[in-house]
């Protein structure tokens, strides 16, 4: 049995209802999609792994994108790249795992049988991504980061709240819009892999489908709630921000590999690691504006904590991972389907070889 990192008390309580169910026809969609759209890890053509450790012709254009303090040493761009994917993937295996501990906690509070309902196919989702991450960073990357400390806060504020509207508003508004945004990064600077891409597109789709639940519920509490609750919520919002904010700020990565201080520079103000946070927000925001929470403070907040930018326009959220990869730079772009191809050539002729001996 693996090691519990951390202990929470919920703070929510349990709800049982008797009533007649109140049919929802957007929830009912929301519970048959999750349905006939289950999937399971084991589905996925695990052979078709590329290693993220091998050099990538891409990796000297994320470099520029990305603005590095180094460019031309090859082999420390492509450290840097994958340690920094393999920890924002991981703070994505740790944050799944909180959101199959938070759907369950819905799965008891929440008062509506059908949305008890919607939460427990979430609970199964949840834990699809949980198995399937995990086994990705394992069998694949052969390596994961602990959570960081942002996320053990996070947590630990967010679980204990007792009321459902919090939990919901924090779990499916603000990390998973935070996740679903990192995978499109993800996607791009690891898209030599076809088992990822697969890996995301699947999650990807659960995903947006949880968001559209927090937005079912939430939007008519928010529509009707009186001013000094409505501030307590943005408070808790700008909270939940700073904690996620936090837990990308990659220092671990900059300690395991002993990069000297123009790492710290880099992480803390350089506009490429600036530009990665922002595009991690950049959902967060959408959701808060679809809700009526995203207030003049919570933008000065958010101004703050430097996440707003040219990513953080309202991005409408497609049920369906975006065929593109939107936020692909043109050089990248185009580059992409070459770079593509050259792996997945290297990858058969190395199964071949491996089949010779
Ligand atoms: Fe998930
Ligand atoms: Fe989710």
């Given at each position: 049995?693996?090691?519990?990192?951390a202990?929470?008390?919920?703070?929510?309580?349990?709800?049982l209802t008797?009533?007649e169910?109140?049919?929802?026809?957007?929830?009912?969609?929301l519970?048959?999609?999750?349905?006939?759209?289950?999937?399971?890890?084991?589905?996925?053509?695990?052979?078709?792994?590329?290693?993220?450790?091998?050099?990538?012709?891409?990796?000297?254009?994320?470099?520029?994108?990305?603005?590095?303090p180094?460019q031309?040493?090859?082999a420390?761009?492509?450290?840097?790249l994958f340690?920094?994917?393999?920890?924002?993937?991981?703070?994505?295996?740790?944050?799944?795992?909180?959101?199959?501990?938070?759907a369950?906690?819905?799965v008891?509070a929440?008062?509506?049988?059908?949305a008890?309902?919607?939460?427990?196919?979430?609970?199964?989702?949840?834990?699809?991504?949980v198995e399937?991450?995990?086994?990705?960073?394992?069998?694949?990357?052969?390596?994961?980061?602990?959570?960081?400390?942002?996320?053990?806060?996070?947590?630990?504020?967010?679980?204990?709240?007792?009321?459902?509207?919090?939990?919901?508003?924090?779990?499916q508004?603000m990390?998973?819009p935070?996740?679903?945004?990192?995978?499109?990064?993800?996607?791009?600077s690891?898209?030599?892999?076809?088992l990822?891409?697969?890996l995301?597109?699947?999650?990807?789709?659960?995903?947006a489908?949880?968001v559209?639940?927090?937005?079912r519920?939430?939007k008519p509490?928010?529509?009707?709630?009186?001013?000094?609750?409505?501030?307590?919520h943005?408070?808790?919002?700008?909270?939940?921000?700073r904690?996620?904010s936090?837990?990308?700020?990659?220092?671990?990565v900059?300690?395991?590999?002993?990069?000297?201080?123009?790492?710290?520079t880099?992480?803390?103000?350089?506009?490429?690691a600036?530009?990665?946070?922002?595009?991690l927000?950049s959902?967060?925001?959408?959701?808060?504006?679809?809700?009526?929470?995203?207030?003049?403070?919570v933008?000065?907040?958010?101004?703050?904590?430097?996440?707003l930018?040219?990513?953080?326009q309202?991005?409408e959220?497609?049920?369906?991972p975006?065929?593109?990869?939107?936020?692909l730079p043109?050089?990248?772009?185009?580059q992409?389907?070459e770079?593509l191809?050259?792996?997945?050539?290297?990858?058969?002729?190395?199964r071949?070889?491996?089949?010779?001996?």
């Amino acid at each position: 049995m693996s090691e519990p990192f951390a202990r929470f008390t919920l703070g929510v309580s349990a709800t049982l209802t008797w009533g007649e169910p109140q049919p929802s026809p957007e929830l009912a969609t929301l519970v048959s999609n999750a349905r006939s759209h289950a999937w399971s890890p084991a589905e996925l053509d695990w052979s078709r792994a590329v290693d993220p450790r091998e050099p990538a012709a891409a990796n000297a254009v994320l470099a520029r994108v990305l603005e590095y303090p180094v460019q031309d040493d090859a082999a420390l761009v492509g450290q840097v790249l994958f340690h920094t994917n393999l920890h924002l993937l991981s703070q994505t295996l740790h944050g799944e795992q909180g959101a199959l501990l938070g759907a369950a906690a819905l799965v008891a509070a929440l008062p509506d049988l059908e949305a008890k309902t919607f939460a427990a196919t979430q609970v199964n989702d949840e834990a699809r991504h949980v198995e399937a991450l995990g086994r990705y960073l394992s069998e694949v990357c052969g390596a994961r980061y602990a959570p960081a400390p942002g996320l053990k806060t996070l947590f630990g504020q967010v679980f204990p709240s007792s009321r459902w509207e919090l939990l919901l508003l924090a779990v499916q508004l603000m990390i998973e819009p935070l996740a679903l945004a990192g995978f499109k990064w993800l996607r791009v600077s690891n898209s030599r892999d076809p088992l990822f891409a697969d890996l995301l597109q699947r999650i990807y789709r659960d995903e947006a489908r949880h968001v559209a639940f927090g937005l079912r519920l939430l939007k008519p509490v928010y529509a009707d709630l009186d001013e000094a609750t409505r501030r307590e919520h943005q408070q808790f919002a700008i909270e939940v921000a700073r904690q996620l904010s936090a837990a990308f700020a990659f220092d671990e990565v900059r300690k395991n590999l002993s990069l000297g201080p123009e790492w710290a520079t880099w992480a803390a103000c350089s506009r490429g690691a600036t530009t990665l946070k922002r595009l991690l927000f950049s959902k967060i925001v959408g959701t808060l504006q679809k809700v009526g929470l995203y207030s003049a403070t919570v933008q000065a907040a958010f101004e703050q904590l430097g996440v707003l930018g040219p990513f953080a326009q309202l991005v409408e959220l497609d049920p369906e991972p975006a065929s593109g990869i939107d936020v692909l730079p043109d050089a990248l772009r185009s580059q992409r389907e070459e770079v593509l191809a050259q792996a997945l050539e290297q990858a058969r002729e190395r199964r071949a070889q491996k089949g010779q001996r």
